[in-house]
C-alpha cells in the first residue's frame, strides 16, 4: 500500500508537470504570431514611408512637367510679341508671360516645400528600415528561442509520459481507476493527509 501511494504520489508530479508543459507548447504558437505581428506591423510603417516618398516624388515630377509647360508657353508668347501689330496685344501677351511666370514661381515653391519634405520623408524611411532590421534580428532570435523551447518541452514531455506509463504499470487498478476519477473531477487527485 505504501509504495502504491508513492507511485500515485509520483504519477501526480508527473501528470502536473506534463499539464504545464503541455500547456507551454500550446502557447508558444500564439507567441510567435504575436511576434511576427510585430514584425509586420514594422514592415507595414516601412511600406507606408516610402508610398508617401514617392507619392511625394511624384507630385514633385508633376510640377517640373508643367514648369516646363509654363517656360514653352513664355517662349511661344515672346515670338508671337515680335509679331503683333497693335498695342492691345502686346499688352495682352506680356499679361500671359507675366502669368506663366508666376505660375513657374509658385510651382519651383512647391518644389522646394516638397524637397523639403521629401528630406523628412527619407529621414522617416531610413529610421523605419533601421527598426525593421533591429525588429527582425529580435524576431529572429525569439522565433529561434521559441523552437528550442518547444523542442525541449516536447522531448521532456515525451520522457515524462514514458515515465508516467511506467508508474502507472505499477499501481493496483482500483486505486488507479479512483485515480483517475479524482483527477479529472478536481485537477488533482492527492491531498496531504496530516
Known amino acids: 500500500m505504501k509504495a502504491d501511494r508513492e507511485r500515485l504520489i ?51 515630377r508633376g510640377l517640373e512637367s508643367d514648369i516646363q509647360s509654363y517656360q514653352q508657353k513664355i517662349g511661344k508668347f515672346r515670338d508671337q510679341s515680335l509679331d503683333v501689330k497693335t498695342n492691345d496685344q502686346y499688352k495682352a ?24 519634405g521629401g528630406e523628412l520623408f527619407d529621414r522617416q524611411v531610413k529610421a523605419s528600415e533601421g527598426e525593421l532590421k533591429t525588429q527582425s534580428a529580435q524576431v529572429e532570435k525569439e522565433k529561434e528561442e521559441a523552437r528550442t523551447l518547444t523542442a525541449k518541452d516536447e ?16 499501481v493496483n487498478d482500483d486505486l488507479l481507476t479512483l485515480y483517475d476519477r479524482v483527477l479529472k473531477a478536481r485537477k488533482t487527485a492527492l491531498a496531504e493527509a496530516r
Open 155 to 170: 522531448a521532456r514531455l515525451k520522457e515524462l509520459q514514458g515515465e508516467r506509463s511506467g508508474l502507472r504499470s505499477g
Open 93 to 116: 501677351l506680356m499679361h500671359e508671360i507675366e502669368f506663366a511666370q508666376a505660375e513657374v514661381r509658385k510651382a519651383e515653391d512647391k518644389i522646394l516645400e516638397i524637397m523639403e
Open 10 to 60: 509520483k504519477l501526480e508530479q508527473v501528470d502536473r508537470e506534463i499539464g504545464r508543459l503541455s500547456a507551454e507548447v500550446a502557447a508558444l504558437p500564439k507567441r510567435v504570431a504575436e511576434i511576427e505581428h510585430q514584425l509586420s506591423d514594422a514592415k507595414a510603417r516601412v511600406e507606408q514611408a516610402k508610398t508617401a516618398m514617392k507619392s511625394q516624388e511624384h507630385r514633385r
